[in-house]
């Protein structure tokens, strides 16, 4: 179990410059992730299936391994790191660099730094493999298949009680501890029928009404999960003893068992099998649902659900758990020259590892809900209203919100507001602003180059470290090149 929490806590660190929720295509990336009313033919897909048609018609379009990286979290960035975490630019007789010594008012400006005393840290990566678009006049269709991996973290303030040390008396409770990591693979076929008109409402209020699906097929090759309860450390006022309680559970599959078992060889670990790409850990089956409207000729209605579905895990399925009390009362010696200070580390050091690593043992088949996300979003088409305008326009508002908390989604709501400006066809220009969620506002942009037959495009979902490095905490990249339409 302490290679579970070191891997994740290395996994974490390793990307903590960078941050962002959801992966979506570098087009709609740029537009602040609004996509339930902009997306379009291969974009459509995972976003709202019904906007297959809002593309070309009779025109099929393919795309190869377009890539969304994103990582970050919501506490430090460069310049906290360096104003608390380095030397002091003053160095001693020997050249060493003297440390910083953290003043009161230091601490607490650390403590105060994570939102709600819980620190959120992303990272995450999709590519996506293949995905194809084709639409007529009334019927659209898409497949598609993803590479989805990412982790989360999240830590609470306390776990740095050692700023202010366990004060006699004091508790500090580590019950926000969570942490997750995944990788699963999810392969669809998007459908969009538009509706004909059934109603006696006029085509010029309400018209082109589109509803899409997409059923999916999951498959799950790696996931863990680590969730801390009623871990505390206590120091007693009187006697001074320090009571560490260690409570958690977790569960592993697939790979990610045969990573975080302390020995593959154990009890626990001996009927894990190896890695097998054709045979997955996890497998589900999920839907995508979608409409699309036109209102008043200039307004465009998209209304979606995704990720609605389970991954059931059944294969290297690992249950780790730990409830335990030890108590520390210090040391006595009969003259402090026979204190042996690296024996006496070393014997903490192997009682946290019995107590901290749990007990593990093959678990019963478990599920996990994929990412589900609801959202509805209208956009307006100015240069249809207003004549003289220059090139296309579109801009949309959006609300989302998630109904998990599940690889890496947010029960958080968000808003958005994107553009797209085309005063040339061939070179978009692309803009967007996100607010909410768990990471708050966001400014994003891009561009790319559209041809008739091949577009490339590049969305940065976090401006800010393209402006202000140093106080960026999140950066999220999306970019497509091979993207073909015949």
Same mark, same amino acid.
Do not use: C
């Given at each position: 179990m302490t290679r579970l929490f070191l891997v994740l806590a290395g996994v974490i660190t390793a990307l903590s410059i960078l941050n962002a929720q959801e992966l979506l295509p570098a087009r709609l990336v740029s537009m602040g992730n609004n996509s339930i009313a902009m997306s379009s033919d291969v974009d459509a897909i995972g976003t709202n299936p019904a906007n297959l048609l809002s593309g070309p018609k009779g025109i099929l379009v393919i795309e190869f391994l377009p890539v969304s990286l994103y990582a970050g979290n919501d506490v430090v960035d460069i310049d906290f790191y360096n104003k608390y975490f380095t030397g002091t630019g003053q160095y001693n007789n020997r050249g060493d660099e003297n440390g910083k010594v953290l003043t009161a008012s230091d601490k607490a400006s650390i403590l105060a730094a994570f939102p709600d005393s819980v620190g959120n840290f992303l990272g995450g990566v999709n590519a996506r493999v293949i995905g194809l678009s084709w639409s007529s006049g009334n019927f659209g269709v898409g497949v598609a298949i993803d590479e989805i991996a990412g982790s989360k973290l999240e830590l609470p303030s306390t776990v740095l009680f050692?700023?202010?040390?366990? !004060?006699?008396? !004091?508790?500090?409770?580590?019950?926000?501890?969570a942490g997750s990591i995944w990788w699963y693979t999810e392969s669809s076929v998007d459908l969009a029928l538009r509706i004909p008109d059934l109603t006696k409402i006029s085509r010029s209020q309400i018209s082109d009404i589109v509803i899409g699906v997409a059923p999916k097929y999951v498959a799950g090759y790696g996931y863990a999960t680590v969730v801390s309860r009623n871990s505390s450390i206590y120091t007693d006022p009187e006697t001074y003893d320090c009571e560490l309680k260690v409570n958690f559970t977790s569960q592993q599959s697939g790979i990610a068992s045969a990573i975080f078992s302390e020995n593959p060889d154990n009890e626990s670990g001996k009927d894990l099998k190896a890695f097998d790409p054709f045979h997955p850990a996890g497998m589900g089956i999920g839907a995508d649902f979608g409409m699309s409207a036109r209102l008043f000729r200039f307004f465009t209605l998209g209304i979606s659900v995704t990720d609605?579905?389970?991954?059931?895990w059944s294969r290297n399925d690992l249950a780790t758990s730990a409830d335990t009390t030890i108590v520390y009362s210090g040391y006595s010696s009969p003259?402090?020259?026979d204190i042996d200070v690296s024996e006496v580390v070393d014997s903490i050091q192997n009682v946290l590892r019995t107590v901290i690593k749990g007990t593990s043992s093959p678990s019963s088949h478990f599920t996990t809900s994929l990412p589900t996300k609801v959202g509805i979003s209208i956009?307006?088409?100015?240069?249809?209203?207003?004549h003289g305008v220059p090139g296309q326009i579109i801009v949309a508002l959006e609300f989302r919100r998630g109904l998990n908390n599940n690889f890496g989604n947010s029960t958080s709501p968000e808003y958005g507001v994107g553009a797209e400006w085309r005063p040339f066809y061939t070179i978009p220009i692309r803009t967007g602003v996100r607010f909410g969620g768990d990471h708050g506002m966001r400014? !994003?942009?891009?561009?790319?180059?559209?041809?008739?037959?091949?577009?490339?495009?590049?969305?940065?979902?976090?401006?800010?470290?393209?402006?202000?490095?140093?106080?960026?905490?999140a950066v999220s990249l999306a970019f497509s090149a091979l993207k073909f339409k015949i």
């Open positions: 050692p700023l202010n040390g366990n !004060s006699p008396g !004091s508790t500090f409770n580590w019950n926000k501890l609605l579905g389970k991954i059931y003259t402090p020259q956009a307006v088409h100015p240069d249809e209203i207003l400014w !994003s942009a891009g561009t790319g180059i559209s041809t008739r037959y091949w577009d490339f495009d590049l969305g940065f979902g976090d401006m800010e470290p393209l402006i202000y490095p140093t106080k960026a905490k």
